[in-house]
Each structure stands twice: as C-alpha cells, then as structure tokens.
C-alpha cells in the first residue's frame, strides 16, 4: 500500500523567511502532486511531478521530484501572509486509481 | 470550460439514514473519483468510476457505494448513515487514465454533518 508523509505538519513562519515542507512515499508512483487548501474549502492544484529530477516553480513556491528517495519537496521562498494555508502533497498508485495524500501541513505566515 | 461542480454544499442528516451526494465532472473528463476528507486530515480514496464502471476502490464499506451515468456525472451514496461519516465529500474528475491524462480537477465538495 502506497503511504505519504509529509513534514512538518505544522509550520509557523514569519514573513520573509525560506522554508521546506517534505513529502515522502512508500513505493513505487508515476506521479506526485501538490494542492493547497483555505480552510472550509476545496484541493486548489499547485503543481504536478512527473519525473525524477522534475522541478516546477510559481511564484515563490518551487517543488521538486527525487524518485529515487521517493521524496518530494515544497519550497517557500520569502513567505508572505497570504500563503497562509494548508498544503498536501499526493501519490498517485501505479494502478492508476487512486491519489494517496498525506496529512497535510498547516502552513502560518505571520508578520 | 466548466469546473467540476457538486452538490448539495452542506447537508446534514441523521444517523442511520441515507444520502446522496452528486458531482458534475469538468468538460471532457470521463473518470470521476470520489474522497473523504475528515476534519484536520488529508483526503481519502473512496472509488473511481470509468465509463459508468467503478474500477477501483479504497478502503471503504460497501455502504458507500456510487454510481456514473452516461455524460459522466457521478453520484456518491452512503446507506445506514454513522457519526464518523460526518466530513467534507469531494469530487474529482480527470481525463481517461489510457489517455495518460494527469489533471485531477477537484470539485468544491460537500459538508456531510450526521447527527
């Protein structure tokens, strides 16, 4: 069974600050996706991975793909208030059916 | 170009009932997946539905059982409602996965509260 975590699951952080939430997977998956969630709201979809060495940049969030490690990761450059959220990252199976998610990081952004 | 919608947005209802809860896929996607998303927790695999078929499921009762139609859409229902199912429902839809489609578009959802 394909497992995910991440960490930290929380995350406080000031403003202006860098900082890196890690996802790691179990087995064996042909894609990895970011989604960020606001509370009482739906999976908003940041990025998607496909391949080892894959990096994707928006803004100041960059995510990057080790398949070998089986190891993803968030990175937050110069937070700002407004990314205050919640992020998951997802594995998809090799079945193709399912996203497996981790728990979530719980990201605060304080001045 | 239509975004997965759902509905209802919040329902509430008594345990040992029963619900429905319906989902419109994104235009062109024919493979509509359906998650349990309790509070504080990440999202759960409940089943996927491909061409009306279900062809794969998580780890859950078959209470929780679903359904797709013919223009795609797909409706999640829970029998013998319990307080646990008490979460936030999300639809998901995605091109065909033969068609190595990798956008999962998820849906507002629905805010199931059992009491």
């Known amino acids: 069974e394909l497992k995910v975590e991440q960490n930290p699951l929380f995350l406080s952080m000031q403003e202006g600050k860098n900082y890196t939430i890690y996802c790691n997977y179990s087995?064996?998956?042909?894609?990895l996706y970011w989604y960020r969630q606001d509370p009482g709201k739906s999976l908003e979809s940041l990025f998607v991975l496909l391949s080892n060495g894959a990096v994707k940049q928006e803004g100041r969030l960059m995510a990057s793909l080790d398949t070998k490690a089986r190891l993803s990761t968030l990175h937050i450059t110069a937070a700002v208030h407004d990314l205050s959220a919640t992020y998951f990252c997802a594995a998809r199976s090799n079945s193709g059916y399912a996203l497996n998610f981790g728990k979530g990081t719980s990201l605060l952004v304080t001045p | 170009e239509t975004g997965v919608t759902q509905s209802p947005t919040h329902l509430i209802k008594t345990r040992g009932q029963q619900v429905t809860l319906r989902c419109s896929s994104q235009s062109g996607h024919n493979t509509v997946s359906w998650y349990q998303q309790a509070l504080g927790q990440g999202p759960q695999f409940i089943f996927q539905y491909y061409r009306e078929e279900e062809n794969g499921r998580g780890n859950f009762p078959p209470r929780f059982s679903g359904l797709q139609f013919p223009n795609y859409s797909s409706e999640l229902n829970v029998n013998a409602l319990e307080l646990d199912d008490s979460a936030l429902y999300l639809c998901?839809?995605?091109?065909?996965?033969?068609?190595?489609?990798?956008?999962?578009?998820f849906g507002s959802g629905t805010r199931l509260t059992v009491v």
């Open positions: 998901a839809s995605t091109p065909s996965i033969s068609e190595r489609g990798y956008g999962y578009t």
């Open positions: 087995t064996t998956s042909d894609r």
